[in-house]
């Protein structure tokens, strides 16, 4: 009997039978528009094809230039364009897999200076001012959706997602906030959604009843000016007429100030969303946004939310989700965190997208774990995540690996951002190395430090060090005052908080640890405290969805310090730093610049902020001012085993804690050897 029965019984759209109810959710990866993009993109998709997801759905390709992302974003308007995305559709074909192509249609979202949009009105989000359609460029616009579609059709794809949510095009005619029109693509609900209605009418005219259609349709704005939910009900309706084979939910315009897929938004949070659309319609519906284990998708499924669960970082963290899942091994998935940091803000910086912890990710041409031909011993010194990623990797090579500890427990800094409300799912890359460390047979030796004698008596023929850091003791008078700590100190418990806390550093350790402290006392945020913090209304009273956020007031008092000028959060994450700003700034956290740190006594923390004095009166100051790398075997280690020896991680370069880089250096070394 399978262990997650509902996610694995197929779903029949009538003219073609889904093997499961997994949809792999578009991303943008950024492969298409790059040379040989389309041979890696077709590696890319055909691996997950191959590990048994349903349905695969590509990231957004324009229907026309003005539609691009970016100047040279990915289009399909030109019979020419046809042959590259058939490498794609056939590799996924070869696999027994069905995929669909995304025509996304940015509108005033694109990042170039040719925009289109209902009205012209700027995105807060954008450079560019977009130019208004005419009722003949809607028209044109049209045609190019069912162009797009055609095309797509006759390059082999099964079907295509029309994206009709996020706040591009279609969903910019839809919303009174960016519709401003006074013909008859404006004014009126009817008006207004006239635009969506036909593109995906005129698309199943052209495409014939044996293509799949899906429609991404905005449950919730999350912006002013937004739909209400009977207006969502509306289209959903008449797109259902239309001809779509499945409706897929869109959560939030990109323009929005509510997180909806970061790591501190609860797993699932946006289910009961899609409930109230599946009530209303009759062809299945899609849930999506921060659902990472299959234990979430079968409950989905199980309960009535949606008729599919729709995937996209998942994906890029372990190709193999859907197989794991259908073996019973749940244990043996390597669990998206929803960071963002390789991901999204990859996409966004026009780099090619990957996954911090699984760097192979849009890279399967680049990047294999061979079995190797030459097994060799080896030493590994660190259980961060740079060790542990290095230790299963090589294991997993047929290399016979020593994994050093020096703690009693594997996880190195990650035991530490786990403790951050908000970033818990780190705790699941930590089980999931684990997993593999034990399964793949490497020999762990917690709660002993590696000497030189150790490894030496060890006979191994190659050492890594992945030591990791200590945090940096900055040069203030004072500093050894009984009431500073480090972070790490703070976040381990080794120190409880006080009440009134200077933080030194506004790095990302700064916000955590800010964070830590002014939401330490909650419980595991359920969803709907997330809803009501955030202002987000599950009644629906209100057009967008929104209400007013319920926000708890703070514990204690903290003051986050930089010395540099300027704005705090300027060195976060591009797609989630605005959030742990936000988030710190309701809880009514002081942010202050251009601060020098002048001495600490028993009356508290002397500073200068823009050149005047002040005392700051506090019980407490958390150092969170950079880190030093543990290199102190490194030179012994290098002239023992000279080109045998490695140094990865934090031990390489302890600036800025990236995981991200760690992760990929003890992947990439692993893959070497």
């Keep these: 009997m399978l262990k997650y029965p509902s996610i694995f019984e197929p779903l029949d759209l009538g003219f073609t039978v889904l093997k499961n109810r997994f949809l792999m959710g578009s991303m943008h990866t950024n492969l298409e528009e790059i040379p040989g993009g389309f041979e890696r993109a077709a590696v890319y998709f055909a691996e997950r094809a191959r590990n048994e997801v349903a349905l695969i759905v590509t990231g957004g390709i324009a229907p026309n230039l003005a539609g691009c992302v970016s100047a040279h974003a990915a289009k399909l308007s030109e019979p020419h364009e046809v042959e590259r995305h058939q490498l794609v559709t056939q590799a996924v074909h070869q696999e027994g897999g069905k995929i669909c192509m995304q025509i996304l249609h940015t509108g005033r979202y694109g990042y170039h200076p040719h925009l289109v949009a209902p009205s012209p009105i700027q995105a807060p989000i954008n450079f560019f001012k977009p130019k208004e359609l005419t009722e003949e460029d809607i028209e044109a616009t049209i045609s190019d959706f069912v162009n797009c579609a055609l095309l797509a059709q006759t390059a082999g ?33 009817e008006g207004r959604t006239r635009l969506a209605i036909e593109i995906v009418r005129r698309t199943r005219a052209a495409v014939g009843a044996n293509f799949i259609i899906i429609f991404r349709i905005s449950l919730l704005d999350l912006v002013e000016g937004g739909s209400t939910w009977e207006e969502v009900i509306y289209l959903a309706k008449r797109i259902e007429e239309a001809g779509a084979s499945l409706l897929n939910s869109g959560i939030g315009w990109h323009e929005a100030r509510i997180p909806t897929i970061a790591t501190s938004v609860p797993r699932g949070a946006f289910a009961w969303v899609t409930k109230k659309l599946k009530q209303e319609v009759q062809i299945p519906v899609i849930a999506v946004n921060r659902i990472n284990t299959p234990e979430k998708a079968e409950e989905i499924i199980r309960d009535g939310f949606a008729d599919m669960v729709s995937l996209a970082r998942p994906f890029l963290a372990d190709s193999a989700f859907v197989k794991k899942a259908k073996l019973g091994q749940p244990e043996a998935i390597n669990t998206c965190i929803a960071c963002n940091q390789a991901c999204l803000d990859h996409t966004f910086q026009l780099k090619i997208s990957s996954c911090l912890v699984n760097p192979r990710a849009c890279h399967e041409t680049e990047l294999n774990y061979l079995p190797t031909s030459d097994p060799k011993s080896v030493a590994v010194i660190g259980g961060g995540p740079a060790g542990m990623a290095c230790a299963a990797t090589l294991a997993e090579r047929g290399h016979q690996v020593t994994l050093f500890e020096q703690q009693d427990r594997l996880g190195g800094q990650f035991n530490l951002a786990k403790m951050v409300p908000g970033k818990e799912e780190y705790s699941e890359t930590i089980r999931y190395f684990a997993h593999q460390i034990e399964s793949l047979g490497v020999k762990l030796r917690l709660g002993e430090a590696a000497t030189i004698q150790a490894l030496q008596e060890g006979g191994f023929h190659s050492v890594v ?209």
């Design 157 to 189: 794809y099964d079907g295509v997602e029309i994206m009709g949510s996020e706040g591009y095009l279609i969903n910019q005619f839809i919303a009174p906030r960016t519709n401003h029109r006074l013909d008859g693509w404006g004014v009126t609900l």
């Design 465 to 673: 060090l992945a030591a990791g850091i200590t945090s940096r003791k900055p040069d203030i008078e004072g500093i050894d005052h009984p009431m500073v700590c480090s972070y790490d100190e703070l976040l381990s418990g080794a120190v409880a908080p006080g009440e009134r806390v200077a933080i030194i550093g506004a790095g990302g350790i700064g916000f955590d640890v800010a964070t830590f402290l002014v939401e330490q006392d909650a419980d595991h945020q359920s969803i709907a405290e997330f809803l009501d913090k955030w202002g987000i209304d599950i009644h629906y009273q209100e057009a967008g969805g929104l209400k007013a956020p319920i926000s708890q007031a703070p514990t204690r008092e903290v003051f986050l310090l930089k010395r540099s000028k300027g704005k705090h959060g300027a060195t976060l994450g591009k797609t989630t730093g605005w959030i742990h700003k936000l988030n710190l700034q309701n809880k009514q956290v002081k942010m202050l610049s251009d601060v020098s740190y002048d001495r600490i006594d028993d009356a508290g923390f002397h500073v200068s902020i823009h050149g005047e004095q002040t005392t700051l009166a506090v019980d407490q100051i958390v150092v969170c001012a950079g880190q030093e790398p543990h290199t102190e075997l490194a030179a012994t280690l290098e002239a023992i085993w000279g080109e045998n020896f490695h140094i990865i991680g934090g031990a390489k370069d302890a600036k800025d804690l990236d995981a991200k880089r760690a992760i990929s250096e003890a992947c990439h070394l692993a893959a070497s050897l």
